[in-house]
């Protein structure tokens, strides 16, 4: 449902956190997507970051 639905996003980059009309946000919105599966997105969003992070600074 994730998959399907980002696909009618308007930018093709969306991050589906803050950009203006983003298919993901609406599907929240409209109960075609779980909050669950959303929460999980963005934990894992959140892993990456930081994973970023460690390499960067860690030698």
């Given at each position: 449902e994730f998959f399907e639905l980002?696909?009618?996003c308007k930018f093709n980059n969306c991050l589906h956190i803050e950009e203006p009309?983003?298919?993901?946000?609406?599907?929240l919105e409209n109960d075609e997507?779980?909050?669950?599966r959303y929460k999980s997105y963005l934990q894992i969003l959140e892993?990456?970051?930081?994973?970023?992070?460690k390499d960067i600074y860690e030698k």
């Open positions: 980002k696909q009618y009309q983003c298919a993901i946000k609406e599907g997507l779980a909050w669950s892993g990456e970051e930081e994973h970023f992070r």
